[in-house]
Nanobody, 124 residues
Framework: QVQLVESGGGLVQAGGSLRLSCAAS????????MGWFRQAPGKERKFVAT????????AYADSVKGRFTISRDSAKNTVYLQMNSLKPEDTAVYYC?????????????????WGQGTQVTVSS
């Protein structure tokens, strides 16, 4: 059974940092692009960041550029999202996703594997 399990969420004050991890099991994602999305209460799921299979290609949503960093450790079958200078508007459930292909994926329909999500709450 393929699973993506996120961890590292929590409650943090504005300006603080969190590091999310997404550990994959059941198959390797070493040759797949990976992504992070988030969904705030009452809103649709939105793209946050994506990384290619090799890590050479990365893209971010404009709202997180310069504050968030996506990375991966293929040996550990894990992808990370370092979040700095957090703002209250970053509050959401954050989802890790595995791309069908090896490249970047800015749209949710590029992904066929999803984690269960981890809550990030940023207080003002």
């Amino acid at each position: 059974q393929v699973q993506l399990v996120e961890s590292g969420g929590g409650l943090v004050q504005a300006g603080g940092s969190l590091r999310l991890s997404c550990a994959a099991s059941g198959r390797t994602f070493s040759y797949n692009g990976m992504g992070w999305f988030r969904q705030a209460p009452g809103k649709e799921r939105k793209f946050v960041a994506t990384i290619t299979w090799s890590g050479a290609g990365i893209a971010y949503a404009d709202s997180v550029k310069g504050r968030f960093t996506i990375s991966r450790d293929s040996a550990k079958n894990t992808v990370y999202l370092q979040m700095n200078s957090l703002k209250p508007e970053d509050t959401a459930v954050y989802y890790c996703a595995g791309n069908r292909g090896a490249g970047l994926g800015l749209e949710a329909d590029k992904y066929n594997y999803w984690g269960q999500g981890t809550q990030v709450t940023v207080s003002s």
